[in-house]
């Protein structure tokens, strides 16, 4: 199967929307054949090779042994389709040899609350804004290049996916970048929207439910 978390090990433990906040804050290259089926398995059905995406921001290189993970069902929310890849639509770990990250700074959309909450307070890709030069914000040349460096410091040779990421509202991205952003940047709308999901799948299918008394 896959390997890994959705989340830190701090966040693991809490309900809470550190999964939305994780696809802008950190950033991911693509981890292929994690469960090691070989071609000829493979070939013969015996399994099928699986692939994620692992986080390889600065964070990744110090803390190596906390292993987190998206799939492509996730970052295909919040990303476009890559400038280095297939050119078929989508994000795919299997096929776009490069790394996904965002911005600090990005038309449309205002990164401020979102940064603030990300690990532990004020960072993206682990680097703290406003120290040592790191300029969250900046939308200048220099950052830009600093930023690739810290959400992508574990595989610097691969290339900038170059995705869509939150994107402007010309080119939004993923086709639910506006509601991962929203949920990243306000816990509140998530519980909410959350809430009602919940109540959908599980009352599906049944009749005459009632409320419980209280306890």
């Known amino acids: 199967g896959y390997d890994g978390w959705w989340s830190d090990p701090a966040n693991s433990r809490r309900f809470n929307n550190d999964y939305f906040i994780s696809m802008y804050v950190k950033g991911w290259c693509p981890e ?10 493979e070939s013969i059905g015996a399994c099928k090779k699986k692939h994620q995406w ?40 299997g096929q776009d040899n ?9 038309t449309d959309w205002d990164m401020t ?39 992508c410091a574990h595989e610097t040779t691969r290339n900038d996916c170059m995705t869509e990421g939150l994107g402007t509202s010309a080119s939004p ?27 959908k799948v599980t009352e599906h299918g049944r009749f005459g439910l009632k409320v419980v008394g209280t306890c």
Request: aromatic share 10%; net charge negative.
């Open 32 to 41: 292929v054949n994690v469960n090691e089926c070989s071609s000829h398995d």
């Open 54 to 93: 692992q986080r390889c921001d600065v964070e990744f290189v110090e803390l190596g042994q906390a292993h987190e993970m998206m799939l492509n069902s996730d970052l295909c929310l919040a990303y476009g389709e890559p400038v280095f890849g297939a050119r078929d639509g989508q994000l795919r770990a």
């Open 98 to 106: 490069c790394c996904a990250w965002t911005h600090t700074v990005e």
């Open 113 to 151: 609350n979102i940064l603030a909450k990300g690990g532990n307070g004020n960072t993206h890709c682990n680097k703290e804004c406003g120290k040592d030069n790191y300029n969250c914000g900046d939308g200048s040349n220099t950052q830009r290049f600093k930023e690739f460096l810290a959400c």
């Open 173 to 199: 991205g993923g086709p639910a970048a506006h509601s991962v952003f929203e949920f990243a940047e306000n816990e509140l709308v998530w519980a909410r929207a959350f809430t009602v999901a919940w109540k």
